[in-house]
């Protein structure tokens, strides 16, 4: 009998664990069995694996051959362990361990000429080796950059099938670990491009300040979208470790650029109106895939023509905006992606959409429907509501507004004001402060709070809807730079809550 060992790392959402791949060869009829609870492309395996292992050089064992990858229970899905059953089968074959293969993480799809192909996910199945306190991993050549990033552990880069062996053997050497910098980001778009609409620019300011939720309703071609792609100029990048989660998401969707796979810059994800519900949140048949609501993450989701949207779609934002977090339940078992974003919502006003609304042809009935797709609970958790207004030829000779760069500062200033506020309560930024904390411990003045129990009392605002107006209000404060929110600010945050949307 002879056995080989090797190990590899299985992903599950962002989250990785730990898999032993064994080899067995006994006697019997030759034949691979492969046990362990493997998806079509892992049974594939076996194939790929045969074919890279003769066309290195290699004799294929004629005898029986049982792979397993434990733990049993454990769904295995991808081309991720084909460099590890290799490794494992060449180690039985030898019945002799390579000293390098009991103490190495192997990531990895064989071609069948031997070549090691890049696959998706190497960022948390490093992190996830780096956790479990292994002391090396290798990953394919083209995916060396993405596990550069990953501090703490030796990462190394292979080509193909032959040079692994080589180095298992102690007669050759893998690529080490590269220098990765960050991408060069185009020229982003600048608001003086934005004509008038000064209220609904303000709005987009205390939005980036606090990480608000926005909608923009009004009639077509009056700077909706626009508005909207120049907020993440606005937000600052992306902190460390922010940058290391928004990037294993990424990972896992294999959106990474293979040269600079860094991303620093908060992400911008604009789907179509027609997007599905698996599309918006993640999905898939057995093992979930992130959908646009992670890859959002620390930055801005946009859904242009919002009352266009599927009602189902529209409602499977509520928990990932309440809580941050999407949880997928498939057969295979949940997959949690974070989902921490900024929602901008626009939408015209009816069907019709005429440049003058005072030319709208809808009913009065079908207006109200149009929009009515938003429920109340959807909305309540949207903080800042403007209702745009056609501009007149006047704004066409005005001076342009204030650039990017002059709000990017004063945002700048607020977060940082926030952030350290919020930091006894582990938080950076006011749309994440927990309702409880604002109304004790950071509770404004009585006189301050005036027009919010006024409204309250009038039935106008939800508990969450008041929790909600306190954090616009502390974005207001901050920008003005105040150290607590004066009626002024509340004032202003209840007239941005109460507008924009005709129910």
């Not at 066409?396 to 506020?421: C, D, F, K, N, P």
Request: glycine share 10%.
């Amino acid at each position: 009998m002879a056995l080989g060992r090797a190990y590899s790392v299985a992903v599950n959402g962002l989250a990785g664990e730990l898999v032993e791949i064994e080899a067995d060869i006994t006697s019997g009829l030759p034949g691979v069995h492969l046990v362990g609870l493997p998806d079509t492309a892992v049974q594939e395996a076996r194939d790929r694996v045969r074919s890279a292992v003769t066309n290195s050089g290699n004799q294929w064992p004629m005898s029986r051959l049982t792979l397993a990858l434990s733990p049993a229970t454990l769904p295995k899905m991808g081309s991720v362990y084909d460099i590890a059953l290799a490794s494992a089968v060449l180690s039985a074959t030898r019945k002799k361990s390579w000293p390098h293969l009991d103490r190495t993480i192997l990531l990895g799809e064989l071609a069948l000429d031997g070549r090691v192909r890049p696959v998706r996910g190497v960022l948390p199945a490093v992190l996830a080796a780096r956790r479990e306190e292994w002391p090396a991993v290798v990953v394919p050549l083209a995916n060396l950059p993405e596990a550069s990033l990953v501090d703490g552990i030796e990462v190394l880069g292979v080509r193909s099938l032959r040079q692994l062996q080589a180095w298992l053997s102690g007669k050759g050497r893998l690529a080490e670990r590269v220098t990765v910098g960050s991408a060069e980001h185009e020229a982003e778009a600048d608001l003086t491009d934005v004509v008038g609409q000064t209220q609904a620019r303000y709005a987009v300011e205390v939005a980036a300040a606090g990480g608000h939720n926005l909608i923009l309703t009004g009639p077509p071609g009056i700077g909706k979208t626009m508005l909207a792609q120049r907020l993440p100029g606005l937000l600052p990048p992306l902190s460390a470790d922010e940058a290391l989660e928004v990037t294993a998401i990424h990972s896992v969707s294999g959106l990474l650029s293979e040269e600079t796979p860094l991303i620093t810059r908060p992400p911008f994800v604009a789907p179509h109106h027609t997007s599905t519900v698996a599309a918006l949140v993640g999905g898939g048949v057995g093992y979930a895939r992130p959908g646009a609501v992670s890859h959002a993450h620390r930055g801005v989701l946009f859904l242009d023509e919002c009352a266009e949207i599927g009602v189902s779609v529209m409602e499977a934002l509520r928990t990932p905006m309440e809580e941050g977090e999407i949880r997928l339940a498939r057969r295979d078992g949940v997959a949690r992606y974070p989902a921490r974003f900024q929602l901008v919502l626009a939408a015209n006003l009816c069907p019709c959409a005429p440049a003058d609304p005072q030319e709208c042809i809808c009913p009065g009935a079908v207006r109200r429907r149009y929009l009515g797709k938003l429920s109340g609970p959807l909305l309540d958790r949207v903080d800042l509501r403007v209702q745009m207004q056609p501009v007149r030829s006047g704004a066409l000779g005005e001076e342009a507004g204030e650039t990017s760069e002059a709000v990017r500062a004063r945002v700048a200033a607020a977060r940082e004001a926030a952030a350290q506020r919020w930091s006894v309560v582990g938080v950076r930024t006011n749309a994440e402060v927990p309702g409880p904390v604002l109304r004790r411990g950071f509770r404004p003045s009585r006189a301050a709070m005036a027009p919010l129990r006024s409204a309250l009392d009038r039935g106008m605002l939800s508990v969450r809807g008041a929790d909600r107006t306190l954090r616009v209000a502390w974005s207001l404060c901050d920008l003005a730079g105040r150290t607590s929110p004066g009626i002024e600010d509340i004032s202003t945050a209840l007239g941005f809550r109460q507008a924009g949307v005709v129910r």
